[in-house]
T-cell receptor, first 109, second 114 residues
Framework: LAKTTQPISMDSYEGQEVNITCSHNNIATNDYITWYQQFPSQGPRFIIQGYKTKVTNEVASLFIPADRKSSTLSLPRVSLSDTAVYYCLVGPLGDKLIFGTGTRLQVFP | EPEVTQTPSHQVTQMGQEVILRCVPISNHLYFYWYRQILGQKVEFLVSFYNNEISEKSEIFDDQFSVERPDGSNFTLKIRSTKLEDSAMYFC????????????FGDGTRLSIL
């Protein structure tokens, strides 16, 4: 399974756009990129997933370059409630999820 | 929006006792999972379950662990003889048919072994 590397923590202010980049140099052809969010004492919550180029939903955008060796989760105009841990996961769809340590995002007023 | 629900939210048990953690997956989902998260550590895969049998299990899921889908709605994780190191948050997840369907997690059961 592809190993992922993402920043341990990031700080932002309300209203700003936040971009969290994840490196996955040994991503396999059948691997997808999935992002989850986790608040304290809650289960991980699915945000977005993609294979290549750009994916957008009502919550976030996911940018994946052509070589797929990295991906960037973009959160537009964050609020205090976006303070959470964000996980980048890489693997075949439908398979078990392998979580790393994630990126702890702190949003300040 | 449909949710995965887990009960109890917190379970305190004496070491050596059996414990059963309960989950109600989203109603039309077909694939079920258990994960755990020891305080301050990563979320770890335990087991996946489909068509009334285990699809895959991790090294953590030893003979002390078992899973069951006793009826059409519940999915349970049993730990036969709990150890102190079993203290963790246990998360149930489910997903629908279709290879691109994401896993949806419950909010977990905090298991404390004394």
């Amino acid at each position: 399974l592809a190993k992922t590397t993402q920043p341990i923590s990031m700080d932002s202010y309300e209203g700003q756009e936040v971009n969290i980049t994840c490196s996955h140099n040994n991503i396999a052809t059948n691997d997808y990129i999935t992002w989850y969010q986790q608040f304290p004492s809650q289960g991980p919550r699915f945000i977005i997933q993609g294979y290549k180029t750009k994916v957008t939903n009502e919550v976030a955008s996911l940018f994946i370059p052509a070589d797929r060796k990295s991906s960037t989760l973009s959160l537009p105009r964050v609020s205090l409630s976006d303070t959470a841990v964000y996980y980048c996961l890489v693997g075949p769809l439908g398979d078990k999820l392998i979580f790393g340590t994630g990126t702890r995002l702190q949003v300040f007023p | 929006e449909p949710e995965v629900t887990q009960t109890p939210s917190h379970q305190v048990t004496q070491m050596g006792q059996e414990v059963i953690l309960r989950c109600v997956p989203i109603s039309n989902h077909l694939y079920f999972y258990w994960y755990r998260q020891i305080l301050g550590q990563k979320v770890e895969f335990l087991v996946s379950f489909y068509n009334n049998e285990i699809s895959e299990k991790s090294e953590i899921f030893d003979d002390q662990f078992s899973v069951e889908r006793p009826d059409g709605s519940n999915f349970t994780l049993k730990i036969r003889s709990t150890k102190l190191e079993d203290s963790a948050m246990y998360f149930c997840a489910s997903r629908n048919r279709g290879f691109n369907q994401p896993q949806h997690f419950g909010d977990g059961t905090r298991l404390s072994i004394l």
